[in-house]
């Protein structure tokens, strides 16, 4: 359990030491820049070191094979000429020359120490009883199968002058080379295979010591150059770094952050000019600021100074409004014009005073448990009017019969009657259909019209305030061109949503999505904005209707 809680803990920290790492990678230009320089000097360090060891181990193996072959074979012929022209004629006599001439061979040559072997053709027995060999291990098997070979095959009768060699390695691994020749001994001319072998242990040290001084500066030259690239880098990345501290406070309304100018070189420049252009933001959204406050104080007092006079032209006209009946055609008409148009300007003055509060951020909700169908009722009794003048059937579809959600009943009233006026004016006499949905988090409600229509681009600017689809088009309801505009306002005051869709010719629809509890997110919406979205819940816009209210068309 110990063992298995350790690995674990091993493998989470590699796992979070590597996503440390990586997110440095991602993020860090200082750290990107030093690590790929070392990376790459370490490869160029890396093949320059590789190309630089085998010149050096080449040039320092064939200068002492070149040595070692030039002093064996003066060694081997003058122990083959003292063997051949010997006078010893009995054993004793042939075992003193040997270990007389052998012990020549031994000992210290040409910069590494060398041995002898002498050992009898593998189709002869040994017959002399001198010391074959210095010791160090070495046998008739140390020596390569190849050189042995060549060696047999040397006739020594006429090649006197032959000596084979090869490299071997010793008894603990080192490295060798091997030469050889083969010799007959009296008294009976029996052939043996003569070995000098040069041990190169002393070779490969000082290669281990140039390997291992390469090693050293290699790391030192990692160092130094992983410094000169950090000071290097930090140079000129640090003033980035520091520009993109700068640029996200900025952003983040901290419009007095400036960077920090020193020197007189291109960083410094560029620090200047970062800061020569945040100031010059700062001055233009000051600026913009200001003139933002003045126009909406200017919407705003305008609209409280013109309430004053507009009531009193709006008590005139509908004085002469009542007595119209007594006018003269002209007058008359004159007088309905005069007091359609001073409502419509007042409820233009009413929404303009609205828009000014949202702006100035005044406007706030009062909550209270609201049943979202008799807020639709209400809107419902409040357009009868217009839908009976315009011919248009409103039907709402749901198969609930209560739905609380904590909102501002005003506003949403508002809202909906917002929708549904414009559902009635763009809906050309066809039906209209109110569905209402909800779940565990949202409640739905949204306004379907089978009139005009409206393309992607058009439903994605249909909030803007005073836009039109079609400029030419009036208005039959005498709106202000704000309405959707402070629809918007009322459903973000409520943490809520209000999207629309549309296609020419084929209607429009346009759902609020309001949370349940105020504050509390949502993700689903319970009714499907376009009536062709397949959904899980009941597809209101289209299925049969289980609360229905209908306003007949009298007319």
């Known amino acids: ?107 210290q040559g040409a910069d590494a120490r060398r041995l002898y072997l002498l050992t009898p053709m593998p189709d002869q027995e040994q017959n002399l009883f001198v010391s074959q060999t210095l010791g160090e291990g070495i046998t008739a098997g140390s020596i390569p199968l190849a050189l042995t070979e060549s060696v047999r095959s040397i006739n020594v009768n006429e090649d006197l002058d032959t000596i084979h060699w090869s490299p071997l390695a010793l008894s603990h691994g080192e490295p060798g080379l091997a030469f050889g020749t083969k010799v007959t001994l009296p008294p009976d001319s029996a052939e043996y295979a003569l070995y000098l072998i040069y041990d190169l242990s002393s070779m490969q040290q000082t290669l281990d010591d140039i390997h291992r001084i390469m090693w050293i500066a290699g790391g030192l030259l990692m160092v130094i150059i992983g410094t000169i690239a950090w000071l290097v880098t930090k140079a000129g990345v640090g003033a980035v770094s520091d520009a993109a501290a700068v640029s996200e406070k900025l952003a983040n309304g901290e419009l007095q952050e400036r960077m920090v100018v020193k020197g007189e070189d291109d960083v410094a420049r560029l620090a200047a000019s970062f800061n020569r252009m945040a100031a010059t933001l700062q001055d233009q959204i000051t600026q913009l600021a200001q003139l933002s406050r003045m126009q909406q104080v200017f919407v705003s007092d305008v609209s409280h100074e013109l309430r004053t006079p507009l009531t009193t032209v709006r008590m005139a006209a509908e004085v002469l409004y009542d007595a119209r009946d007594g006018f003269d055609p002209i007058s008359k008409r004159s007088t309905e014009l005069l007091y359609h148009q001073v409502e419509r300007f007042q409820a233009l003055l009413a929404d303009l005073l609205e828009i000014s509060r949202f702006d100035a951020g005044a406007a706030s909700p009062d909550l209270e448990p609201t049943d979202i169908f008799t807020v639709v009722r209400d809107v419902i009794d409040a357009t009868e009017p217009l839908a009976l003048n ?20 005003r506003r949403i009233e508002r809202i909906l009657r917002n929708l549904v006026v414009n559902a009635l004016e763009h809906g050309e006499g066809q039906p209209i259909e109110i569905a209402i949905g909800s779940n565990v988090d949202a ?105 229905t209210q209908e306003i007949p068309d009298d007319r």
């Not at 370490?42 to 040595?67: D, K, M, P």
């Not at 019209?449 to 079609?470: K, P, Q």
């Not at 005498?478 to 020419?504: F, K, M, T, Y």
Request: net charge positive; hydrophobic share 40%; with cysteine.
């Open 1 to 107: 359990m110990v063992l298995r809680t350790l690995r674990r803990l091993r493998g989470g920290l590699r796992k979070a030491t590597f996503h440390r790492v990586a997110r440095l990678w991602r993020r860090s230009l200082l750290f990107k820049t030093v690590v790929s320089t070392l990376l790459l000097v370490t490869l160029a360090c890396g093949g320059v070191g590789a190309f630089l060891s085998h010149q050096i181990a080449g040039a320092l193996y064939e200068e002492r094979q070149n040595q070692f072959q030039s002093e064996a074979t003066a060694g081997l012929i003058s122990a083959k000429e003292n063997f051949r022209t010997t006078a010893a004629t009995d054993r004793e006599g042939t075992e003193r020359l040997v270990s007389n001439t052998l012990s020549l061979l031994e000992g």
């Open 443 to 547: 409640v739905a409600v949204a306004v379907r019209d089978h009139g005009i229509g409206m393309t992607e681009d058009e439903a994605s600017r249909v909030f803007d305030r005073f836009w039109r689809a079609d400029p030419a088009r009036a208005r039959t309801t005498g709106g202000s061109g704000l309405g959707l505009s402070i629809a918007v306002e009322d459903a973000l005051l409520h943490g809520g949503l209000l999207q629309a869709w549309g296609r020419p010719g084929d209607g429009a629809c346009f759902r609020l999505t309001l949370p349940r509890r105020h504050g509390v997110p949502f993700s689903d919406f319970p009714v499907p904005l376009s009536p062709y979205d397949g959904a899980t819940v009941p597809r209101a816009l289209d299925a049969p209707a289980s609360v």
């Open 390 to 409: 315009i011919g248009s059937e409103i039907t709402v579809v749901s198969k609930e019969t209560s739905c609380m959600v904590d909102a501002d009943p």
